[in-house]
């Protein structure tokens, strides 16, 4: 039987409401967000979108503080005009400090960085800077930002992924999956074996009928050796011998369910 490994629980990040939104707009972030999110198969990152009252009509600055006075220092976004005309929303990250000043990237401290990203481009960008590190500075002067960064710095231009296809790109997301014997395909055609490096043994791909069962773009790749798993209730599953992990790719045209936004989200 095909075990796919499924998303774990993915971060939660909020986003505060702070104008009133024309008709539709609403729906309409959310289904960007959710495109480049993946939420249907592979969440990135989940969103809980909120309507603060005491946000309304304040600075990004002062909204920054009220989060950190309240020991939320974690970036989060916000939700304004922006997102009805350009479909975008700003990423609040933190103020600046000695060290920026010292690397010559803005100014002075206190500083707020912030980046107006497109919608589509969210999630992914959050995992950039969260996770891998990098850096909302770079990000800013590729939008047009001078730097060094003044206190009212201006973004000529929305961020975008780099001009990413994120609808392109979410044919791409990979997942690992275990397939026992019967289940995979196996080719040693040295034309094919020639396309790796280093160069394997052979090659394996899940099964098409299998792969349309489990929303899964089947692709030659090399197997390795299954070792047990521990299942979601706590045991041990094993495999019979031949059983093989692949490393295969989410088919985002898969009838997914509807992804349900976090408790507390609007």
């Known amino acids: 039987m095909v075990q796919v490994a499924r998303p774990t629980d993915a971060p939660r990040v909020n986003a505060y409401i702070t104008t009133s939104l024309p008709r539709g707009v609403l729906s309409k972030l959310k289904e960007s967000f959710e495109l480049g999110a993946r939420s249907r198969f592979n969440p990135l990152v989940e969103l809980v979108i909120k309507n603060e009252p005491a946000y309304r009509g304040k600075s990004h600055p002062d909204i920054r503080r009220a989060e950190d006075a309240a020991g939320r220092t974690d970036g989060f976004f916000i939700i304004d005009d922006r997102a009805a005309s350009d479909d975008a929303i700003w990423y609040i990250d933190v103020f600046t400090d000695d060290l920026r000043v010292g690397t010559g990237e803005v100014d002075s401290t206190g500083i707020l960085l912030k980046i107006l990203i497109r919608t589509d481009c969210v999630a992914l960008t959050w995992v950039n800077y969260y996770v891998a590190n990098m850096d909302i500075v770079a990000d800013l002067n590729h939008c047009g930002v001078h730097l060094p960064l003044t206190k009212d ?84 599953k094993t495999f019979p011998r031949g059983t093989v992990r692949l490393q295969q790719v989410w088919d985002p045209d898969f009838p997914w369910p509807e992804y349900r936004w976090p408790e507390g989200s609007l």
């Open 153 to 236: 710095f201006h973004q000529e231009r929305v961020s975008n992924c780099g001009g990413l296809n994120v609808k392109a790109a979410a044919r791409h997301q990979p997942l690992w999956l275990t397939a026992e014997p019967g289940e995979f395909d196996e080719s040693t055609d040295p034309d094919l074996l020639k396309t790796f490096v280093p160069r394997p043994e052979k090659a394996a791909r899940l099964r098409d009928g299998l792969a349309r069962e489990h929303g899964v773009i089947p692709q030659w790749t090399v197997p390795f050796a299954a070792k047990p798993i521990t299942l979601p209730d706590g045991t041990e």
